[in-house]
Nanobody, 114 residues
């Protein structure tokens, strides 16, 4: 069974930066596309960034140019570097495949103050 553990969230002022990490266990991580999702209070879950096994990336328009997804297959880890954070980025952030193939982890809270 695949386990996902997200970390790195916190409270940051608008314009600040955070880097999220997600460690996956129980899978051959390197062959899987991975994604970062977020869910703000009262809103639907949103896929904000994805990275294919080959390293190609894709981003939601709302984060394009500010967020960068990357992966370290040796560490079974996917990262989300978030710059120029805005209050509307406040959400719980989760990782999973772009098809939400696995059980969800606990997520990591990101709060951006204005």
């Amino acid at each position: 069974q695949v386990q996902l553990v997200e970390s790195g969230g916190g409270l940051v002022q608008a314009g600040g930066s955070l880097t999220l990490s997600c460690v996956a266990s129980g899978t051959i991580f390197s062959i899987n596309a991975m994604g970062w999702y977020r869910q703000a209070p009262g809103k639907q879950l949103e896929l904000v960034a994805a990275i294919l096994a080959a390293g190609n990336t894709n981003y939601a328009d709302s984060v394009k140019g500010r967020f960068t997804i990357s992966r370290d297959n040796a560490k079974n880890t996917v990262y989300l570097q978030m710059n120029s954070l805005k209050p509307e980025d406040t959400a719980v952030y989760y990782c999973n495949t772009p098809w939400a193939s696995w059980s969800w982890g606990q997520g990591t809270q990101v709060t951006v103050s204005s």
